[in-house]
């Protein structure tokens, strides 16, 4: 009698439960807190629920059917490696994608058959971790259940599982009973999936990413306060931390995060960063003795490239490392907050992945007030979830007002006070100089040459478009000064080496030396991520809380001066002649009315600052003062929130038609931010100008290093001035039509240049 073969190297079905049942084991011994989170929550013995998944999850693969077309291909494997010799990789290598081809085109799900074959024994959230366990249960794959090949049996489980689903949907979209009937299933869902890949990818001898703890230790003789409050408050449900810039927020969270961990209230640390960059920038400030950091968001894969390229980790493990840090299994996870927001939907199957190892974890929201109120209505949603699965949370920043306490509250928590570090509160730390208005940059000549005769200043621009007017007019009247721009039109590549560069320049170590030197031009982009300082700052006009974070940067590094800051006021000419406050992007453009309307925060700031010292409490006082009423959320955020409750209920058991790509931050029915959409423009070819990639990966390695994102309607106005232009590319045999840069428009030391006369009145923020 033939021995049941799971894969077609000739390992055998009994070889493969084992080893996918060794794997569930070892994750529950690893997460040992998982299990019990999940005994707590469900009063179900996960142990014992992920060994029934991975017992029964290839049971079909025994049918006659299915045995049938695996020896096929085994034999096939055996009748090349009698002729050629070798091991079933290399026949892999050789057969180019064909090998396994009787199962591929046999249109028999195997997972389908386990469930026919063991029904009986196996509880609902073991079924549907079965059903799920190779990504085919949703709405896209409802052909396969509905399949001749099983009879009734197919249809019998699919309207089984489609009547689960809609269970909320009767009663009404109720996210929060949804979350806890989600959360059992969720687990097994998870965990099966994970033990199958990894047994899978050992048995094909490719690379394992092996498991760490949270391992943090606070190598300082002293603890400051902000870290203090951090240890003394953690108990708090969720904890709004505010604290000045450089006060050792960081170390707080991982402080937090100990605490949390070592008293059984989770993992894992997950910090969310606004944007990629302020992600990147903590992942590489981070402390060095975490046991094990992962960073995830739509082109950290920058960061493996650059230590495969330089042969420091091999691309299987780099890829293996990266995909751990997607899915949430480092002990500290950096991420954006776009990447929490999407899994909430569930239009990825690795979401419920995402979404269980998520609940397992403490989660730190850091410079929570750089959001608008359209991602400030997602967030809520997802501190619902922290709320509903006892998920610990710090939400930090040195400018959240007293008024979001009523905000986080809408999530169900009960904030009373904002944990305060107020040791050094009372000193001054910058002095606004001037107020100046200016139409071109060349009328603020004698500031800008106050500027090169000190050597070093940071310059703060609202839209790229100005930060280039500033460049242009250093770099022609300025010599033996260093300038450097940095803005959201650069590469990948290049915004980490101008980044570097910053830090060269104005960074710490620099001051520490007495060498500071250099002018530095940023737009919103380096209000956070960088970590430099000068003694000079001149910053167009911001709403109060976005400007204590640009002040954050002047004398940074020297507790003993006071900054000096002078606010711009930036005018333009209406068609009419007529001179306005141009406040892109801190308001709005009327388009019936044909003008600009100052956004309520940035009048309110523009009325309340004066000529005098500003302290950080200054600052906070004003924050306070501008952020006065908690404001309610105009009907289109509310609808877009209401949106992602609704793509959880829908699709909570079974996937929608919908399979978004990995790195999205929306769906075609909800977004994580209010912004139109984007378009990759390429700065060079790929090598040898060949426009194929064999896999979506190649693709997107090579898009990582060399795109730069620009809004839409800018790119269609972009290729009418022939300065962008569009080919078309085979990606895994698919035809998809890209954006290229022609040559020159892009530098690595001043970015994309686009002509000015394609910007609409709008102008592009950062």
Same mark, same amino acid.
């Given at each position: 009698?033939? &021995? @049941? ?27 040992? %807190? ?9 009063? &179900? ?57 009787? /199962? ?19 509880? @609902?959230? #073991?079924? +549907? ?23 009734? &049996? ?6 089984? %599982? ?8 009767? @009663? ?58 951090? $240890? ?5 449900? /969720? ?53 094990? =950091? ?26 293996? $490392? ?9 002990? +500290? ?210 709403? *109060? ?30 068609? !009419? ?19 600009? #309307? ?24 004003? +924050? ?11 009907? =289109? ?10 793509? %959880? ?8 038609? $919908?399979?978004?790509? *990995? ?17 990759? *423009? ?24 060399? *795109? ?27 035809? $998809? ?19 000015? !006369? ?9």
């Amino acid at each position: 009698m033939r &021995k @049941l073969l799971a894969k077609t190297d000739g390992l055998t079905l009994e070889e493969h439960v084992n080893d996918v049942l060794n794997e569930g084991k070892m994750l529950l011994n690893h997460f040992d %807190f998982v299990a019990k989170k999940y005994e707590s929550i469900t009063g &179900k013995n996960l142990h014992r629920r992920l060994e029934g998944a991975c017992l029964f999850h290839d049971e079909g693969k025994a049918h006659i059917i299915w045995q049938d077309a695996i020896w096929k291909d085994y034999e096939a494997f055996l009748e090349w490696q009698k002729e050629n010799g070798g091991n079933y990789i290399s026949y892999r290598i050789a057969m180019k994608g064909n090998d396994g081809k009787n /199962l591929r085109v046999l249109g028999f799900r195997h997972e389908i058959q386990s469930l026919i074959s063991k029904e009986n024994k196996m509880s @609902l959230p #073991i079924q +549907v971790a079965i059903a799920a366990h190779h990504s085919k249960l949703s709405q896209y794959h409802e052909p396969k259940w509905q399949s001749d090949k099983f009879g009734e &049996k197919g249809k019998y489980f699919w309207n089984k %599982f489609k009547q689960l689903n809609n269970k909320f949907h009767r @009663l009404g979209h109720q996210f929060s009973e949804a979350l806890g009937e989600y959360y059992p299933y969720a687990g097994v869902r998870s965990l099966l999936q994970l033990s199958d890949r990894r047994a899978s990818a050992r048995e094909g001898k490719s690379y394992v990413s092996p498991f760490k703890k949270f391992d943090y230790s606070f190598d300082y003789e002293e603890r400051r306060p902000v870290q203090e409050l951090a $240890e003394k408050f953690w108990k708090d449900e /969720l904890i709004l931390m505010r604290a000045p810039t450089g006060a050792g927020k960081t170390d707080a969270a991982l402080l937090w995060a100990k605490k949390q961990i070592d008293n059984q209230k989770a993992d894992r640390l997950i910090i969310a960063m606004p944007t990629r960059f302020t992600s990147n920038a903590l992942s590489m400030s981070i402390a060095k003795d975490i046991s094990k =950091k992962g960073l995830y968001h739509s082109s950290a894969w920058f960061e493996w490239t650059k230590k495969v390229k330089l042969g420091k980790v091999e691309k299987q493990k780099a890829r293996a $490392e990266h995909e751990y840090a997607r899915l949430l299994l480092t002990p +500290v996870t950096v991420c954006t907050i776009d990447h929490l927001l999407i899994m909430l939907s569930l239009t990825r199957e690795d979401h419920h992945t995402i979404i269980f190892n998520f609940s397992n974890s403490c989660l730190v929201i850091d410079e929570a007030d750089f959001y608008d109120e359209f991602t400030q209505a997602n967030v809520l949603v997802l501190l619902e979830v922290c709320k509903k699965w006892k998920i610990p949370t710090m939400i930090m920043s040195a400018s959240i007002p007293q008024v979001s306490m009523q905000l986080y509250n809408k999530a169900g928590f009960l904030v009373k006070e904002i944990r305060e570090d107020k040791s050094d509160n009372e000193r001054v730390r910058c002095k606004i100089k001037s107020f100046k208005k200016y139409h071109e940059v060349k009328d603020l000549e004698p500031l800008l040459k106050k500027c090169i005769k000190k050597g070093n200043a940071i310059i703060y621009a609202n839209t790229v478009d100005r930060a280039m007017a500033f460049y242009n007019w250093f770099k022609e009247n300025s010599e033996g000064v260093k300038i450097l721009i940095y803005h959201s039109r650069f590469t990948e590549v290049d915004k980490v080496r101008k980044e570097k560069e910053l830090i060269e320049h104005l960074g710490k170590d620099t001051w520490g030396k007495g060498n500071a030197n250099g002018i530095a031009i940023l737009t919103q982009i380096g209000e956070m991520s960088v970590n430099i300082s000068s003694d000079l700052m001149v910053s167009d006009l911001c709403p *109060v809380d976005r400007l204590a974070q640009r002040a954050g940067r002047l004398c940074r590094f020297d507790k003993e001066k006071v900054g000096e800051l002078h606010i711009l006021y930036p005018f333009k000419k209406d068609k !009419k002649g007529k001179i306005f406050l141009h406040p892109a992007p801190y308001g709005t453009y009327d388009r019936k009315e044909k003008k600009w #309307i100052q956004a309520k925060a940035l009048k309110k700031t523009k009325k309340l600052l004066t000529k005098r010292g500003y302290s950080a409490n200054d600052w906070v006082d004003l +924050v306070n003062v501008v952020y006065d009423e908690l404001l309610d959320f105009s009907e =289109k955020t509310k609808t877009n929130a209401a949106r992602l409750k609704d793509l %959880f209920v829908a699709n909570w058991i079974v996937g929608s038609l $919908e399979n978004v790509k *990995v790195d999205d931050d929306e769906t075609t029915q909800w977004k994580s931010r209010d912004i139109a959409g984007n378009v990759s *423009v390429f700065t060079q070819y790929p090598d040898d100008e060949i426009f194929f990639f064999k896999k979506w990966n190649d693709f997107m390695e090579f898009k990582n290093d060399v *795109v730069v994102n620009l809004a839409a309607y800018m790119v269609d106005n972009a290729i009418r001035n022939k300065e962008i232009y569009d080919l078309e590319v085979i990606i895994n045999d698919k035809k $998809e039509r890209i954006y290229f840069a022609t040559d020159g428009i892009y530098s690595s030391e001043i970015g994309l240049q686009i002509s000015k !006369k394609i910007e609409k009145v709008e102008d592009q923020i950062i």
